[in-house]
């Protein structure tokens, strides 16, 4: 796996309690008291991500949320396998040539298979001629405003949520048909 940057990483529950709940409960505090909050534990639950070869991110997983809009990695075994040695850290990506892969720093390897997975992005403007226009704002629907034009196009899921993107886009997804309805 290359990892090119900081990361956060949180578990899939704490003390049985889903992580999800946890953020939703914590969602009244400003980010940076709720990751203060969660910080011992997580240190305590992945008190190695550095000598795996992850950079834990000096901000939180909430505020690095709501400040650059990236969702955290939420171990769902990922961190074990690593550990176990299943899963290998590498570097950020210079190049490809076929199935061999050169690293930023001067490695390279040898792949079975490569799988991209960059992150997501809408690319509204294939489909929207006037996105600029329509969202100043990083060329996305802002958040909570599900009908940015006024003319009937609405948007649903498109920004990170700290109590879970599913949840936020199902919260969404009901006002919309609230709207549609009158």
Not at 62 to 87: F, Y
Not at 131 to 141: I, L, Y
Not at 157 to 179: D, H, K, V, W, Y
Request: with cysteine; charged share 25%.
């Amino acid at each position: 796996m290359s990892v090119r940057g900081e990361v956060n990483v949180v578990a899939r529950e704490m003390f049985r309690v889903p992580s999800a709940t946890i953020a939703i409960v914590q969602s009244r505090f400003p980010p940076w008291i709720a990751d203060a909050l969660n910080s011992p534990f997580l240190r305590m639950r992945f008190p190695d991500l550095e000598q795996l070869g992850l950079r834990r991110s000096r901000r939180g997983p909430l505020t690095t949320m709501v400040e650059r809009g990236r969702t955290p990695l939420i171990d769902i075994g990922t961190i074990k396998a690593i550990r176990e040695g299943r899963i290998r850290i590498f570097p950020g990506i210079k190049s490809s040539e076929g199935q061999v892969v050169h690293f930023e720093n001067g490695k390279h390897f040898q792949c079975d298979a490569i799988i991209l997975a960059t992150g997501y992005r809408a690319a509204l403007e294939k489909l929207l001629p006037d996105v600029d226009q329509r969202f100043p704002d990083a060329g996305k629907p802002s958040r909570g405003n599900l009908q940015p034009g006024g003319d009937g196009l609405y948007f649903c899921g498109f920004n990170p949520a700290t109590s879970g993107l599913l949840r936020q886009i199902g919260i969404e997804a009901n006002a919309i048909s609230r709207m549609i309805a009158g």
